[in-house]
């Protein structure tokens, strides 16, 4: 059979597309869509290949009319969905697929909607509480000094949790934006963690947790933003007083510089180590995803926003550094931060 010039060399196609035939049948499909579909398909009629109705309803609706249209496939690689924009060219008697990978945007999309749902959801169950004490106050508890002391109390704590999740949210979003530009000062580990902990001072004192601090650092500089620093140092130990407090005492450790296979360079580590109530192991990899908590009860009531890992995270990163976290139940958890040196 003598080749046709106006052939589309399908096999050849750097991108992903089909070809189906007169009779329906996949006559060819690009090496990156069988790896999508499987080579499997290729012979079997398009139904077989494509089942999904939308999909179907667009090839048939393009047989018919022989005008192109735009479809939708969806497809799971993995453990992960993937989403399609199928594009469907008629030419003559036979059909052009081709695939356009939409995942990522999909993605991007669902994480955004997540995000302001879960912003909206914090922000309102400490409205709502603020709602009602204002009409008890203005009602029932009108002329009732103590009841007015009591809510007054908590419409503090519930707008001081507002504040601190706006401010998280500040920080996380301050911290996105900077991300690709490497912090240029350079900063003595030791001696921030050591500033850190004379901030914490009153939180220290109000939780009667003993810290024990050791700082073999000798001095050792990481190239760094010293806010930033403070914060992740300061998030880590505040987590530690607020989760691991029962345990009574945290134990700080600053290791001397040593080559980090993980940074593949050498790096300064942080340690912060309590002997608190420990953290299930199927948690520990969700930890630094924003909102996610272990006992949202529990973080709520230790004004927590669910957001500190998730700003460490980031930072750590910016940094070009790593962050561990490792947890035993019963004994404790223990978060580390390697921090290349400068
Ligand atoms: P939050 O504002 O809730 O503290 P984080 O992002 O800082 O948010 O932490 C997420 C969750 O990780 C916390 O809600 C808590 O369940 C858990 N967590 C963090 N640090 C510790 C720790 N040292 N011990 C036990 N659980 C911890």
New binding site residues.
Partial sequence: MPTDPTAIPIAALPFPVMLIDDRQIVAALSPSLAAVLGDHVRGRHYINALRQPITLEAIEAAMKTGQPGLTRWLGRDGARDTTWDVHVIPEGRRMVLTFEDRTAAEEVGQFRRDFVANVSHELRTPLTALQGFIETLRGAARNDAVARERFLGIMERETARMTQLVD?LLSLSRVEEGERMRPVQTIALGELVVATLADLEPVIAASGVTVALNDDSAGAMVRGDANQLRQVIG??I???I???ASGGALIIRVDSAMYHRGLRADGVTLH?Q?R????AQH?IPR??ERF?????H???A???????????KHIVSRHRGRLL?E?TIGQ??T?SVVLPLA
């Fill in positions: 998280d998030n880590l505040e987590n530690a607020k989760y691991g912060v309590d608190g109530p420990g953290i948690h930890l630094t996610y908590r272990v006992d949202t529990r973080s709520r230790l004004g927590g926003t669910g957001l500190g890992l998730a700003i460490v976290i947890s404790g958890t978060c």
